[in-house]
């Protein structure tokens, strides 16, 4: 007699890696919607003080210059 074990994610898979980014204006919207999920995470770098930073691996001069990279190189 033979046994089967099914064995189920406990989580969602993530997206495949290398999984084509959606085409038209839902591809614009879901870009946008990154590039403004990173301006928002940048920002809050400049909300944490010196010990969270160094909590996180960062100093203050790495969470500064990264807060104030432009736009166009998150796209």
């Not at 403004?36 to 500064?64: C, F, V, Y």
Request: with cysteine; proline share 8%.
């Amino acid at each position: 007699m033979h046994t089967v074990d099914v064995v189920q994610p406990t989580q969602p898979c993530a997206e495949p890696q290398g999984a084509l980014p959606p085409s038209g204006m839902a591809g614009a919207i879901a870009r946008w919607q990154q590039v403004h999920q990173r301006l928002r995470t940048r920002r809050a770098l400049l909300r944490l003080n010196d010990a969270q930073l160094a909590d996180i691996g960062l100093t203050r001069a790495e969470a500064n210059r990264e807060a104030q990279r432009p736009f166009w190189t998150l796209l």
